[in-house]
């Protein structure tokens, strides 16, 4: 093997990403660890830890051949040149900036176990996202090191989505590498080109300072999100005003300038970066002294979470202003499709915020309904869970669509039709289904920033 790789972290990111790298190089040997060992056991087996089209095949090919999950975290560090630090930085719930900074106590672990188990010199690579200037901190407390070895700070930011996160990682639009402006940070730099360079082209690998990688980051995911708050936004204003949100989206991404993705409205962003990075940013920008920057990028956040909550009271509007008692279906519990990850689903808010109403709530999704148990494990009320979609539609006297799932297209709704309480409705909150064939066969219809189809007007 040319060299051994380490990731520290067997996450959403560092899993599937280590699991691509040791598919592409087979000369390298990567090596997972994680202090969680529930999760290392299923890394290990074959049932993955996370679900992720594509993902098992990759696994398949590379494990016990040059990619390996272990727990054993000081071996890892001892036997690796190149250690990734994938492990979470959540907002942080205590003191200084609570509800917008970034933790950084995992990080900072990670850190210290690196300086006390380290024999030789590292290349250390901020995978996981992080405030801008963090990579400073980290260089001080490495080089606190008494033992006079060498560390490399490189930022190397991921930015796959899930759902398509195998696709994303051997097709990325770009990758991008930020390092320091010296011969050592250049070396280092040129170490994990190397390593992309196995598979991407190298017009699309872009590299930069530290500062600017880390930065560049965050800003990417505040403007996608920024994107998805816009189109929300409007989509209240086309139900005011007969327009339509979907034929405005479409007209508008016909300019070149602005681009037809990321303009589907929703019940609003969820996940486990967007909400985490635009509020990181709010911090930064309010610790380096600039209000109104702030304040911009804060209203993101404030329009998604008012998009929830307007998508709520929508429904108890339309249901005779009480939910009291009457059983209600979410479909979809996924912060998006094609994923179980729950983190920030916007399906958390409207499940609770019904919850509070006294509403019944059967709970439907493909991949999500293990961590849906979990996140409503503390709510009072009375809540079911459902693998059957015609099951979990029973006796219900409306259908939440809350995850895109395309699966949720093709179910009989003539059957659910039949199973429910009448009148019965549909509020679509991912504008996927046939609203007007939904009206013809019975339901009382509600898209997203379009025209309503009732039969109770
Ligand atoms: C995001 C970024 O896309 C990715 O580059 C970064 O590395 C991690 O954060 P992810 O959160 O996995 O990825 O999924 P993404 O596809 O970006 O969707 C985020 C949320 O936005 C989902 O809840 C999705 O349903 C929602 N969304 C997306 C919309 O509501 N409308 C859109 O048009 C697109
Ligand atoms: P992400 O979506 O960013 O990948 P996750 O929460 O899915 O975040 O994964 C981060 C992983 O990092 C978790 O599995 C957690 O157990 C692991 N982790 C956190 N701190 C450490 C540490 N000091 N050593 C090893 N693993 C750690």
Request: charged residues 25%; contains cysteine.
């Amino acid at each position: 093997m040319k060299k051994t790789i380490l990731c520290i972290g067997a996450g959403y990111v560092g899993g599937p990403t280590m699991a691509v790298i040791a598919d592409k190089c087979p000369d390298y040997k990567v090596i997972v660890v994680d202090v969680n060992e529930k999760r290392i056991k299923a890394w290990q087996s074959d049932e993955l830890p996370i679900y992720e089209p594509g993902l098992d095949e990759v696994v398949r090919r590379a494990r016990g051949r040059n990619l390996f999950f272990s727990t054993d975290v000081v071996a890892g560090i001892k036997e690796a040149g190149i250690i990734f630090v994938s492990v979470n930085t959540p907002t942080k719930t205590f003191g200084a900036g609570a509800g917008k900074a970034a933790d950084l106590q995992y990080w900072e672990k990670t850190a210290r176990d690196i300086i006390e188990h380290s024999g030789h010199d590292k290349i250390v690579v901020e995978k996981s996202t992080l405030p801008v200037r963090t990579a400073e901190a980290m260089r001080r407390i490495l080089e606190s090191n008494t033992k006079g070895l060498n560390f490399d700070i490189i930022s190397n930011p991921e930015f796959m989505a899930e759902g398509t996160a195998v696709g994303d990682l051997q097709h990325p639009d770009r990758v991008l590498i930020g390092a320091l402006e010296t011969p050592s940070g250049q070396k280092a730099l040129q170490a994990i080109k190397d390593i992309y360079l196995n598979w991407v082209p190298e017009e699309r690998i872009k590299t930069t300072n530290l500062w600017s990688s880390e930065l560049t980051k965050l800003v990417s995911n505040a403007m996608l999100a920024q994107r998805i708050s816009s189109v929300n936004s409007i989509s209240a204003l086309c139900e005011k005003t007969d327009a339509n949100i979907l034929e405005v989206s479409s007209a508008m991404g016909l300019d070149s300038r602005i681009g037809p993705k990321f303009l589907r409205a929703s019940i609003g962003f969820g996940g486990s970066c967007f909400k985490k990075d635009i509020l990181n940013l709010v911090y930064l920008c309010e610790f380096y002294g600039l209000p109104e920057v702030a304040a911009y990028w804060e209203q993101v956040v404030k329009i998604n979470d008012y998009q929830a909550e307007r998508f709520v009271r929508k429904i108890l509007m339309n249901m005779f202003n009480s939910v009291a008692g009457k059983k209600i279906a979410v479909f979809g519990f996924a912060f998006k499709a094609d994923t179980g990850d729950t983190r920030e689903s916007p399906a958390i808010t409207v499940s609770k915020m019904l919850l509070e109403e006294r509403a019944v709530l059967s709970i439907h999704d493909p991949k999500a309904l293990e961590n849906a148990r979990l996140d409503l494990a503390d709510c009072p009320g009375e809540i079911s869970y459902h693998e059957d979609p015609y099951e979990a539609a029973a006796g219900t006297h409306a259908i939440l669509v809350l995850t895109e799932w395309k699966q949720f297209r093709d179910y009989d709704y003539r059957k659910i039709f039949e199973v429910m309480e009448k009148p019965a409705f549909i509020f679509d909150g991912r504008n996927i289904l046939d609203h007007r064939a939904l009206f013809e066969q019975g339901f009382n219809v509600y898209p997203l920033g379009q025209r309503e189809y009732s039969h109770l007007t």
